[in-house]
């Protein structure tokens, strides 16, 4: 069965730059998505198609999907974008999540 | 408001059986994959199941394959989980999840606890 492969924690300072990880095999043949989950709340998908955002989701969010690996990256990071992250992909047409990563704004 | 609204959640003893279901709103039900995700208490998302816009082709994760059905009634725009033989370690908040290039909308959850 298909994995994906995410860092379990990532910690960034306020106004940076977060890059979070998801890899897997031949990933960038694949549409990539991303979920941000705060503790209680629902998934939320903030990105989609490797690299589009939904309406309502802040442009510092931004993503990018080549060769085995895609990247979430959320440029001038703020202390409400802490929370879990998490990749997701097809394998024919299962979803496929990785194991998921804490970002810490510190 | 484009919502989803999972009902059917509760405590069941081990091999017992509970039916999900999720009731969409503001947008054609009938138009859209739709899948059950699952996430037990401190850990990731699991996704367990996909039902195609007519109903007429399912997939299941290996682990509830045998165990659960999905199905839906677009009459009534609900999407509905049989679980049967339930174990402990299906113990999780389920949610159910409108595909969209990605799940765009997801409900609010619904707790199965399996304990005795």
């Known amino acids: 069965s298909y994995e994906l492969t995410q860092p379990p924690s990532v910690s960034v300072s306020p106004g940076q730059t977060a890059s979070i990880t998801c890899s897997g095999d031949?990933?960038?043949?694949?549409?990539a998505c991303w979920y941000q989950q705060k503790p209680g709340q629902s998934p939320v998908l903030v990105i989609y198609?490797?690299?589009q955002r939904p309406s309502g989701i802040p442009e510092r969010f931004s993503g990018s999907n080549s060769g085995n690996t895609a990247t979430l990256t959320i440029s001038g990071t703020q202390a409400m974008d802490e929370a879990d992250y998490y990749c997701?992909?097809?394998?024919?047409?299962?979803?496929?999540f990785g194991g998921g990563t804490k970002l810490t704004v510190l | 408001e484009v919502q989803l609204v999972e009902s059917g959640g509760g405590l069941v003893r081990p091999g017992g059986s509970l039916r999900l279901s999720c009731a969409a709103s503001?947008?054609?039900?009938?138009?859209?994959?739709m899948n059950w995700v699952r996430q037990a208490p401190g850990k990731g998302l699991e996704w367990i199941s996909y039902?195609?816009?007519?109903?007429?082709?399912?997939y299941y994760a290996d682990s509830v394959k045998g165990r659960f059905t999905i199905s839906r009634d677009n009459a009534k725009n609900s999407l509905y989980l049989q679980m049967n033989g339930l174990r402990v370690d299906d113990t999780a908040v389920y949610y159910c999840?409108?595909?969209?290039?990605?799940?765009?909308?997801w409900g609010q959850g619904t707790v199965v606890t399996v304990s005795s």
């Open positions: 999840a409108r595909d969209r290039s990605g799940g765009d909308i």
């Open positions: 503001q947008f054609t039900f009938s138009s859209y994959e």
């Open positions: 039902i195609s816009p007519s109903g007429s082709t399912m």
């Open positions: 031949k990933l960038g043949d694949k549409y």
């Open positions: 198609q490797n690299s």
């Open positions: 997701q992909a097809w394998d024919s047409s299962f979803w496929v």
